[in-house]
């Protein structure tokens, strides 16, 4: 089985400011992970992912993640933020094989503020 | 537009009804999921379905129950509501589960008094 820890319940920053939101993860085999937004009042939309290959992902709005295997840590960051950041977001992890089911961390606020 | 509909968005009900979300996607997805969403909880996986005709418990599955009579609908039942069912619910889809790319309906905000 596999779980996922997102320390941070909740981030501020400032726009323009760089961020960090951590993950971490827990799994006896390898894994897919994943990183998801929920934007108020909205559904979880995919924000990027990590198959296999380069060990950093990019999303198209400027958000990355690389993802360290001898940490068990797939933290998300973007060097500067905009007001249009603020959501939650949520990192999930899955099993390689089989009919896989996500396990999603318990989210982390970004909150931008002007 | 394709995606994922879900009925109703909101919803009061009171302890002891019976209640069943809907949730119809259009993108012909075999695999389809139910979510509850709690504040510092995340996200829990309540049942899903890899096809058409079969269905699977997921992390919390009591007090709840699913079918899948066919490819586009998943309805969710809740027999007897409590207020510990009190939660927005979310049904996902994806045409290949293993890499992940989950599509979300925007959620049922369901309240039991």
């Known amino acids: 089985a596999q779980s996922v820890t997102q320390l941070d319940s909740q981030v501020p920053v400032f726009e323009e400011a760089p961020v960090e939101l951590r993950c971490n993860y827990s799994?006896?085999?390898?894994?897919?992970l994943f990183w998801y937004v929920q934007y108020p009042n909205q559904g979880l939309q995919l924000l990027l992912k990590?198959?296999?290959?380069?060990?950093l992902v990019k999303s198209i709005n400027g958000f990355e993640a690389e993802f360290n295997k001898s940490q068990t840590s797939f933290h998300l960051r973007k060097p500067s933020v905009h007001i249009s950041d603020t959501a939650e977001y949520f990192c999930?992890?899955?099993?390689?094989?089989?009919?896989?089911?996500?396990?999603f961390g318990t989210g982390t606020r970004l909150l931008v503020s002007p | 537009i394709a995606g994922i509909t879900q009925a109703p968005t909101s919803q009061i009900l009171a302890a002891g009804r019976r209640m069943t979300l809907r949730c119809t996607q259009d993108?012909?997805?075999?695999?389809m999921y139910w979510y509850r969403q709690d504040l510092g909880l995340g996200l829990r996986l309540i049942h899903y379905?890899?096809?058409?005709?079969?269905?699977g418990k997921g992390e919390v599955p009591d007090g709840y129950s699913v079918s899948r009579a066919n490819t586009d609908d998943f309805p969710l039942t809740l027999a007897s509501a409590v207020p510990s069912q009190t939660s927005v619910y979310f049904c996902?889809?994806?045409?290949?589960?293993?890499?992940?790319?989950?599509?979300f309906g925007e959620g049922s905000r369901l309240t039991v008094l």
């Open positions: 999930a992890v899955s099993g390689l094989t089989g009919f896989q089911k996500l396990v």
């Open positions: 799994s006896s085999v390898s894994v897919y």
């Open positions: 996902a889809s994806t045409e290949q589960p293993n890499t992940g790319e989950l599509f």
């Open positions: 379905s890899n096809t058409a005709g079969t269905t």
């Open positions: 990590y198959l296999s290959g380069s060990t």
């Open positions: 993108m012909r997805h075999n695999a």
